[in-house]
């Protein structure tokens, strides 16, 4: 069974739709994609990965 991805904007994304949304629904994988071009591209990252990257860019 393939689950559809739920994509989302991050909350402080008011720029004028220049950002990335991020589907977090799927188990072990994070997709990512560019918001002015849903159709384009997904780069996916393992979910450890992803995790990983988030902490690094929230450590100050």
Do not use: H, Q
Not at 3 to 13: D, E, G, H, I, V
Not at 14 to 41: F, H, I, M, Q, Y
Request: net charge positive.
């Amino acid at each position: 069974m393939t689950t559809t991805p739920r994509w989302r904007k991050s909350s402080y994304s008011e720029n004028g739709g220049a950002c990335v949304e991020v589907a977090l629904n799927l188990p072990g994988t994070v997709p990512v994609r560019d918001s002015k071009t849903p159709g384009g591209p997904v780069l996916t990252f393992r979910a450890a990965a992803f995790a990983a990257f988030l902490a690094g860019v929230r450590t100050p």
